[in-house]
């Protein structure tokens, strides 16, 4: 620390069972490798696997084919065509070609789009099952890429989550969460200014006429051109000046639709967004958000793919003359362009995983730097949304290891009576609360939605003492700016558990510490003796187990001064209220 207060009061006792991390990822060290299973879907009773969509799809292709083909031999379709040939007559032409910004982003949308997807399925596989409903009770799930949840043993979270391979996945080792995030996020922030920039140039250019539709004509002539294609006998068009139909139909949806759904379902899955918008929030439920975001992946997908094979099957020169080129003769310009793209994207795809593995820490410095302060945003607001008895969740799933110290089982062998609470640091009056004084303090009952990192979510009525009211009685000083949460567990790689909050946090509503679960005394499975709700944060930062409580200035010298044991050896950031 550089400033004057280089040694603090001296830290809680428990610091010392904190351990610094590394700062690259060591395999041998890491949670070990489990494969998934192929991915299923639930159909009525049934859990189908998703391998039979191939045949299914080359079969519907193979017979569209031949439908199309004698579709096209009976005259009033012909005449159909002939009225509607693909491109709409009244479309207005765009005569400003291929300008250098729509081929620069086009480029920059694919290559980060590349980096975003990858990361995305890596979050995936942290929980391999979606659902529509809120509280992820297991075997409700519609899609999984895991075995079904064991029932007869404990089975946390973090021992659902699989391993995807390293070329698909970034970094492409189970439960890597943490620098997953980054990349998407970091990913997202740099498609979202790219494509900021895409709406206002085509908004002040005429290229919108490409995207937007004009007029009616748009649907029959989507209707020709897919004739067409599936037919094998393409249209005659020229893209350079107008897209045609189906083209204009499917970049619009993509664009305008698919786009900003993705990012608005992305944010949806954030504590601190859902946990404000009350309502909105309700009825697009994590869950839901999750499932639609996972269709608007598999549009991408298969956007990409049939983009693609268009852009090589329908005159591959002519088509990356233009967008890589920006030129409209047909020589293999484009196509050079193209192939020295292609280079860079496969580099950088080939360089992800390993690289990331190597330089954990760096990756989550720079994403931290990027997107930190935009998640810090967010925690400003103190979250509002509660449910109602009914809503609580048949289920909800676990995660942590339990501590196993003589003293907690001392502690537990008489139901916590001999508990107390360590409050110190940068306060005022640093004390030791009894499990009685706790208990008798004001209690507060909030039923509300837990969002863990992985995925999963779950409703929950917790009864606890309002951290606000702690800190009214212990008074931290102007100097303290974090509260430090000690657990008696220890952490998946040992080492003591923590986490830090901000102190605005420990102000909010619905900032609680938690003695009771769904009307009854909290289990020791989820968390007693005292347990952290702060609704506006990922589950990881609501430590369970608490043992002591710490204000301080700064947390660079704890653990490994990230701020929170995942935050340390699992590169989570310590901000995570999305
Ligand atoms: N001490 C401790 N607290 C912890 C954890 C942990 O591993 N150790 N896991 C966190 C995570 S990742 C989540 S999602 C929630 C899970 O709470 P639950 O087990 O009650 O569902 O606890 C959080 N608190
Ligand atoms: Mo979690």
């Avoid at 937007?212 to 000046?241: C, D, G, M, R």
């Amino acid at each position: 620390m550089t400033n004057s207060r280089e040694v603090q009061t001296p830290h809680d006792s428990l610091e010392m069972r904190l351990t610094t991390a590394d700062d690259r990822i060591r395999l041998s060290d890491w949670t070990p490798p489990q494969a998934g299973v192929v991915p299923r879907l639930h159909i009525g009773k049934r859990w189908v696997n998703v391998l039979w969509i191939i045949p299914i799809v080359t079969a519907i292709l193979i017979i569209g084919v031949a439908v199309c083909q004698g579709l096209r031999a009976i005259p009033a379709v012909q005449e159909f065509i002939a009225r509607y040939p693909g491109t709409p007559a009244s479309a207005p032409a765009v005569y400003s070609g291929f300008p250098w910004w729509l081929r620069l982003q086009h480029f920059f949308n694919l290559f980060f789009m590349v980096f975003i997807i990858r990361a995305g399925i890596q979050i995936l596989a942290d929980h391999p099952r979606l659902y529509w409903k809120r509280d992820c009770t297991p075997g409700t799930e519609w899609f999984r890429f895991q075995k079904e949840v064991p029932r007869n043993r404990i089975w946390t979270s973090k021992n659902d989550s699989v391993t995807i391979p390293k070329w698909l996945g970034i970094p492409g080792i189970r439960h890597s969460i943490g620098l997953a995030r980054w990349w998407h996020f970091s990913f997202n922030l740099l498609w979202v200014i790219n494509g900021t920039f895409f709406f206002i140039l085509l908004f002040t250019t005429d290229q919108w006429q490409r995207l937007v539709p004009t007029t009616w004509a748009v649907f029959p002539n989507a209707l020709s051109t897919t004739l067409q294609y599936w037919s094998l006998n393409f249209p005659v068009e020229h893209a350079w000046t107008r897209y045609n139909s189906l083209q204009q139909l499917t970049y619009f949806i993509t664009v305008f639709i698919a786009a900003p759904l993705a990012i608005i379902t992305g944010l949806m899955q954030g504590p601190a967004i859902a946990n404000k918008l009350g309502w909105f929030a309700k009825i697009l439920n994590r869950q839901a958000a999750r499932t639609i975001h996972f269709f608007l992946l598999c549009w991408f997908l298969l956007y990409i793919f049939t983009h693609v094979t268009l852009v090589f099957i329908t005159g591959m020169r002519q088509n990356l003359g233009y967008m890589f080129a920006g030129r409209d003769n047909n020589s293999w310009e484009g196509f050079i362009i193209f192939c020295a793209a292609m280079l860079l994207v496969i580099v950088t795809w080939v360089l992800a995983s390993p690289f990331t593995i190597k330089h954990a820490r760096l990756v989550q410095k720079v994403g931290h730097t990027m997107i930190g302060p935009i998640k810090g945003m967010a925690e400003w607001w103190s979250p509002g949304t509660e449910y109602s008895e009914k809503d609580i969740s048949p289920y909800f799933w676990l995660n942590g290891r339990l501590p196993d110290s003589d003293a907690f089982n001392a502690l537990m062998k008489d139901d916590f009576a001999n508990y107390s609470l360590r409050v110190s640091g940068l306060v005022e009056n640093p004390r030791e609360f009894s499990y009685v004084e706790i208990k008798v303090m004001p209690k507060q009952e909030q039923i509300t939605e837990h969002f863990c990192i992985q995925g999963w979510s779950g409703v929950a009525k917790w009864g606890g003492v309002p951290m606000r009211l702690i800190l009214d009685i212990v008074k931290p000083t102007s100097d303290a700016r974090y509260a430090v949460f000690y657990s008696f567990s220890e952490g998946s790689e040992g080492g003591g558990y923590y986490d830090v909050h901000k102190i605005e946090n420990m102000r909010h509503a619905l900032t609680i510490l938690a003695y009771e679960m769904n009307g009854a005394p909290i289990s020791v499975l989820y968390g007693a003796p005292l347990r952290l709700r702060c609704e506006n944060e990922l589950g990881f930062k609501m430590v369970k187990w608490i043992a002591a409580i710490e204000f301080v200035h700064d947390f660079a010298d704890l653990g490994a001064g990230e701020g929170g044991y995942n935050e340390d050896h699992e590169f989570y950031g310590y901000r995570m209220p999305i």
